[in-house]
């Protein structure tokens, strides 16, 4: 392959990606889930909010719309190309959760929504928001436990073998679950912690279904056949208006001690 053609495989699969994550981002239960985040970040008018693992910068023009000075954190390019892209009003920096680039105890409030499972050591990024975060400041943890997804499907056993090796090529797939004790840890106060779980129903949610089938065949714990065979269900579901997932995402909060 041409470094033309990997260039245009490469903005098809960004293309691909956005359109999976706009359609997440729009449902009732992910504004719902947002909207809570911002909640608990007790916001204040003027105060500064870092929202790490920002990808197309949706939470940063949402939160900017509350009246907080929100900055965008983001490791990859192409999601920050795409966010000033879309929020050209919006301040975005190309950092991982590990080295945020900010001076210590400048910052108000730390989001991280979808991160966490992919870090290798959650700890070090908590560490790093503990210095970023003045005394007294917010944090709010929002992300699926990849190994709790539960979908309808006449095969339970490959069901289980899909959703559990997709979520072992994470980093850190029960990261949702370990949300409290990672902040009690990392020497948070007021540690608090809620389960909400998404339920999808309609045709869109397909995507979502090859995006956990496809890595498990790729990884060998499933065959070609069986992935396919496990989709096409799934599509036959979806037509007959007979599809279900469910989705477990946790919401923690905490605060840095006061002196």
């Given amino acids: 392959m041409s470094k033309n053609e990997e260039a245009v495989a490469e903005h098809r699969d960004t293309e691909a990606l956005l359109a999976v994550l706009d359609a997440a981002d729009q449902l009732p239960s992910a504004v719902l889930l947002r909207d809570r985040s911002y ?19 949706r939470a ?47 910052v108000h409030g730390y989001r991280a929504d979808k991160v966490f499972h992919v870090l290798r050591e959650p700890g070090r990024a908590l560490a790093e928001a503990r210095r970023v975060l003045r005394p007294g400041g917010r ?49 948070f106060d007021d540690v608090t912690v809620e389960a909400h779980t998404s339920v999808f129903t309609d045709p869109g949610s397909l995507p979502l279904l090859a995006r956990l089938a496809e890595p498990a065949c790729a990884s060998g714990a499933v065959s070609r056949d069986q992935a396919d065979e496990w989709l096409a269900e799934q599509r036959r579901r979806a037509e007959a208006g007979r599809l279900l997932v469910a989705i477990p995402f946790f919401v923690a909060a905490g605060a840095t001690p006061r002196p």
């Fill in 60 to 106: 940063v023009a949402e939160l900017a719309e509350r009246g907080v000075h929100a900055v965008g954190v983001d490791p990859s390019p192409v999601m920050l190309a795409a966010a000033r892209t879309r929020w050209p009003g919006g301040e975005f920096r190309e950092a991982g959760a590990e080295e945020l680039p900010f001076a210590d105890g400048s």
């Fill in 39 to 57: 909640e608990l970040l007790s916001l204040v008018p003027g105060s500064t909010v870092v929202d790490v693992g920002c990808g197309a910068g």
């Fill in 139 to 187: 944090i709010v943890l929002v992300g699926q436990d990849w190994d709790a997804i539960m979908i309808d499907s006449d095969d339970a056993a490959l069901t289980r073998t899909i959703v559990h090796a997709r979520a072992d090529l994470l980093g850190t797939p029960r990261a949702g679950r370990q949300y409290r004790d990672l902040l009690l840890a990392g020497g």
